[in-house]
């Protein structure tokens, strides 16, 4: 059984502040725990603006605070998201996020991430990234 803490979390070495500063994610379970995917808490900072594309994984994200919009880039369709909302990038999907008011994310991704992963230039995260210990 893996057992963790996300205050105690937030004080290690798991949480990851972008160099964009546009947002911060504790990873909770990464690939070295084994479980196939990997779950973060991510928060979106106020003001937010900034474009993704995750082309080597699947992300789902739930919004358990704040308020936002996510835009697909294949169609110009825009999603509100608010506290309750689930997006899934199921095809691999290219996108903008923009964050109104500060967001806190659940975020799952598959495969999982190693734990020091950072947006590259083309939005995506690189597939091998330096691994966080237990």
């Not at 106020?46 to 699947?58: E, I, Q, V």
């Not at 999907?93 to 999982?112: S, W």
């Not at 947006?119 to 597939?127: D, S, W």
């Amino acid at each position: 059984m893996i057992v963790r803490n996300l205050n105690e979390a937030e004080q290690s070495d798991r949480k990851i502040v972008s160099p964009d500063g546009n947002w911060e994610s504790t990873r909770l379970l990464l690939k070295n725990d084994n479980m196939g995917f990997s779950f973060h808490i991510t928060t979106i900072y106020k003001g937010a603006d900034f474009r993704m594309h995750y082309k080597n994984h699947l992300e789902s994200v739930y919004c358990m605070s704040g308020e936002g919009e996510i835009e697909t880039l294949e169609n110009g369709n825009k999603y509100k998201i608010r506290p309750g909302t689930i997006y899934i990038l199921d095809k691999n999907d290219e996108h903008i996020l923009r964050a109104f008011t500060e967001m806190k994310m659940a975020c799952v991704f598959n495969p999982p991430l190693s734990g020091k992963e950072v947006h590259n230039a083309e939005g995506a995260y690189e597939l091998d990234a330096e691994t966080i210990a237990d």
